[in-house]
Nanobody, 123 residues
Framework: QVQLVESGGGLVQAGGSLRLSCAAS????????MGWYRQVPGKQRELVGS???????NYADSVKGRFTISRDNAKRTVYLQMNSLNPEDTAVYYC?????????????????WGQGTQVTVSS
């Protein structure tokens, strides 16, 4: 069973910083792209940023220059460093990973999601 476990959310004042972590566990053959999404009530989940297995990154325009995504392949972990936070960044942040695993019936490759972690930025 593959799990993505997030940590690092919380409450921060505007202008502050937070660092989110997401670790993958389970019997995993390979992890391809990893990423972070966020969602506020009543809105669709949106991409914050993603990182390939070669560490090529992509960001939403709203976070460029403020957020940095990185990964440690040996630890199967992806990070999101968030700086200069503002109240518009308040959301539940979800980790996502494209994972291949070996099962009894063969090879399976699909997206996995973390449980979400709340980030609240006060003004």
């Amino acid at each position: 069973q593959v799990q993505l476990v997030e940590s690092g959310g919380g409450l921060v004042q505007a202008g502050g910083s937070l660092r989110l972590s997401c670790a993958a566990s389970g019997v995993i053959f390979n992890i391809y792209a990893m990423g972070w999404y966020r969602q506020v009530p009543g809105k669709q989940r949106e991409l914050v940023g993603s990182i390939t297995s070669e560490s090529k990154t992509n960001y939403a325009d709203s976070v460029k220059g403020r957020f940095t995504i990185s990964r440690d392949n040996a630890k199967r972990t992806v990070y999101l460093q968030m700086n200069s936070l503002n109240p518009e960044d308040t959301a539940v942040y979800y980790c996502n990973a494209d994972i291949k695993r070996i099962t009894a019936s063969g090879v399976e490759r699909r997206d996995y999601w973390g449980q979400g972690t709340q980030v609240t930025v006060s003004s």
